[in-house]
């Protein structure tokens, strides 16, 4: 099966070598060239062809993978991020790579291809918040409110997996996922009308930069709730862990988690 697998990137970092993955700058409207640092030519851009890329900011990877589904042809389409990617399967040799050498292989990713229909990241589990709670926490708990009445409005077929997915105390994060295009065409078409109209009703002006990507995080949100009709209806799992490229103060992270909770000291910069 040829698959390709969408790695959004805003900043110039290194990229595999993998011909599976296809390096695309997002939020390229307006920008110069990318470069990565062990190629000499540019990467793709998200402002070509039919696109989206001027939402960026509000939409973050979901620019790139409009790109991917309205202009790029496979067979299988996926979506990591330059700093994280999911994690290779044979660790048989038994030796040490850097992060960037330890990524899915493009072998590896068409044989789950073949076994499986859809691939996704491990679950993150929340522990002492849902889904739910967690986002008003951290963010504002009306985007997921009014994300619930537009899906009650357009596609009351899916409340019910909503109401359960906001009751979850895990989730497939990341927006990342690897899966036939079919099933790209069906999520992208279920997806980016729900966001058009969230993004219709509420906006955005009034939110710090960090804040105003909201679209992109409920989207990952919503990515559950299209996961879990999928699976009704009888479409395969596999579930991959991640690997990071760039560390992550996990420190700051917990700390910011349960100021969030507790004192209600929302999220204004990411880990």
């Known amino acids: 099966m040829d698959c390709k697998i969408i790695v959004a990137m805003h900043k110039s970092c290194e990229v595999p070598v993998d011909p599976m993955y296809f ?31 001027e939402k960026n900011p509000s939409y973050c990877e979901l620019t790139g993978l409009y790109w991917a589904w309205k202009n790029l042809q496979a067979e299988g389409i996926g979506l990591v991020h330059y700093r994280r990617y999911f994690e290779r399967q044979d660790f048989s040799d038994g030796l040490y790579h850097l992060p960037i050498d330890d990524i899915l292989s493009e072998a590896e990713a068409e044989e789950l291809m073949e076994r499986y229909d859809i691939v996704v990241p491990k679950r993150q589990k929340y522990y002492i918040e849902t889904l739910y709670s967690h986002y008003a926490h951290t963010h504002y708990r009306e985007h997921l409110d009014v994300t619930r009445e537009i899906i009650r409005e357009q596609c009351p077929q899916y409340l019910d997996s909503c109401d359960r997915i906001y009751r979850q105390r895990y989730g497939h994060m990341f927006n990342m996922f690897l899966m036939r295009r079919e ?15 969230l993004e219709r009703r509420i906006g955005g002006e009034n939110l710090s930069a960090f804040q105003g990507r909201l679209y992109g995080r409920v989207s990952e949100i919503l990515f559950n709730v299209w996961l879990e009709e999928e699976k009704k209806q009888g479409k395969t799992v596999f579930e991959v862990a991640c690997i990071y490229i760039d560390k992550i103060n996990w420190r700051r992270k917990i700390i910011s988690f349960l100021r969030a909770k507790f004192l209600g000291k929302k999220y204004e910069r990411s880990f």
């Open 23 to 53: 390096p695309l700058q997002v939020g390229a409207a307006g920008k110069d060239v990318l470069i990565p640092l062990n190629r000499k030519e540019p990467v793709a851009r998200d402002d070509t062809g039919e696109n989206i890329s």
């Open 183 to 197: 099933l790209v065409d069906k999520y992208c078409r279920w997806l980016f009308p729900i966001l058009e109209e």
